[in-house]
Nanobody, 116 residues
Framework: QVQLVESGGGLVQPGGSLRLSCAAS????????MRWYRQAPGKERELVAH????????IYADSVKGRFTISRDNAKNTVYLQMNSLKSEDTAVYYC?????????WGQGTQVTVSS
């Protein structure tokens, strides 16, 4: 059974940083790409960052390029999202995702609020 558990969210001032973590279990973590999505109130869920399974190739939404970094530690079955220079528009619930045999699995989400 695939399980994804996010942590690390919170309240941060504009310009600050946070690091999100997603602990994965129930599947061979190193074999699968991992993604971070976010959903702000009243908006659709959007892809923030993607990291491949082999070689760790990365893709970012234009809105976070140069500020966010996705990484993975296959020994710990964990994917991270380092978020720097946070803006108010980054406020959202952040979700970890993987797709196995065309089936999406999601974590419960972690709230990130950027406000002074």
């Amino acid at each position: 059974q695939v399980q994804l558990v996010e942590s690390g969210g919170g309240l941060v001032q504009p310009g600050g940083s946070l690091r999100l973590s997603c602990a994965a279990s129930g599947f061979t973590f190193s074999n699968y790409a991992m993604r971070w999505y976010r959903q702000a109130p009243g908006k659709e869920r959007e892809l923030v960052a993607h990291i491949g399974s082999v070689g760790g190739s990365t893709i970012y939404a234009d809105s976070v390029k140069g500020r966010f970094t996705i990484s993975r530690d296959n020994a710990k079955n964990t994917v991270y999202l380092q978020m720097n220079s946070l803006k108010s528009e980054d406020t959202a619930v952040y979700y970890c995702n993987t797709r196995i045999r065309y089936v999406d699995s999601w974590g419960q989400g972690t709230q990130v609020t950027v406000s002074s």
